[in-house]
């Protein structure tokens, strides 16, 4: 069968897939836990699904603008004014089918083929399969563990070459749960703005940050807001992963690229998603408050037992909901009769032999690693955590 050569080429989402398999093992009625997809486990606030229901009863069911309703892109520009201290208008903002769609429409838009992007490992898994399906070509640039997994910006300086268009940014992170500081954003912003390279700045997590304060590079100068794409959305924030509501701000040529790509690929973002993302923006501290308050004594309890575990380690992640677990010393061991050679190896042996599901992270250039999300509750992470402990002290 005829099927294209670049779609060949995409590899599958490996949170996806161990989340596919977990929840398969729960439905056949195998007592496992799981650490795998980044969904909060709180459920989306009642006002926000009130909206929803209102909207429906208005008859909010209609076509919109491909790049959003007038109301919802006016509402995140209010915010983005408020909460980040940035003016944009409307015809800067782009509404999609989530953050995920958001980034596709970027890389179309700024990429022609042979074109580089610069991403951080260890990155979020689809980066570069959305790089990749622009005709782009993904550089990765390996950050360290004494560093926070966080490059710098002579770092960012040597890996630029004439081919450079992009770097990705993403703060607070997936997966390593770092944040970069003002001043560490000004650095990078000043190689940025000296070789004209985009900054697709990822900040979908921005609201969960457990210490210090967030910053966006857009905020740095007016140069680097002109070279800033930032991502955006509702689902970490407000609990609203199924809904579907990400979006972009950017200068305004790419965001009529942007708006005009999608046009053509969705149209527009569901009516009522966006009818109740106009609600979610203009409310909701008090559960926001709360969520953060969960994430973080749930993360430090991790941090804690992670690193009370002969054999494993990690890092306190300032911000998201995820900790990346070092398993250096777990590999080349000999565990049920089979060596573990990769991330890849221990989470299947993790999987059939503990019933625990974590993320591998060499899909996210960073095979000495695993990824845990504390987007669970109390109960499950510390069933987890014991089955983990048992695990290594049977075997290792």
Known sequence: MYISEKAKSISPSSTLAIDAKFKQMKADGIDVVGFGAG?????????????????????????????????????????LKEENGLDYTPDQIVVSNGAKHALVNVFQAILNPGDEVIIPAPFWVSYPEMVKLADGISVELQTKEEDEFKFTADEFREAITPKTRAVILNSPSNPTGMVYTAKELEEIAKVAVEHNIYVVSDEIYEHLIYEGKRASIASVSPEMKDLTIIVNGVSKTYAMTGWRIGYTASHPEIAKVMANIQSHAASNPNSIAQAATVAALGGGKEEIAKMKQAFCERR?????????IKGVSCLRPHGA????????????????????????????????????????????????????????????????????????????
């Open 39 to 79: 969904e909060p486990d709180f459920d989306t606030p009642q006002y926000i699904k009130d909206a929803a229901i209102q909207a429906i009863k208005d008859g909010k069911t209609k076509y919109t603008p491909a790049a959003g309703t007038v109301e919802l892109r006016k509402a995140i520009c209010k915010k």
């Open 300 to 308: 430090n309890y991790m941090v804690e037992k992670i690193n009370s």
């Open 321 to 396: 909901f995820y900790v990346l677990m070092n398993i250096s010393q777990l590999k080349g061991h000999t565990i049920d009769g089979r060596k573990i050679n990769t991330s890849d190896d221990l989470a299947e042996v993790l999987l059939e032999k503990a019933k625990l599901a974590v993320v591998p992270c060499s899909g996210f250039g960073a095979d000495d690693f695993v990824r845990w999300s504390y987007a669970t509750s109390m109960d499950t992470i510390k069933e987890g955590l014991s089955r983990l402990e048992k695990f290594i002290q049977e075997y290792y």
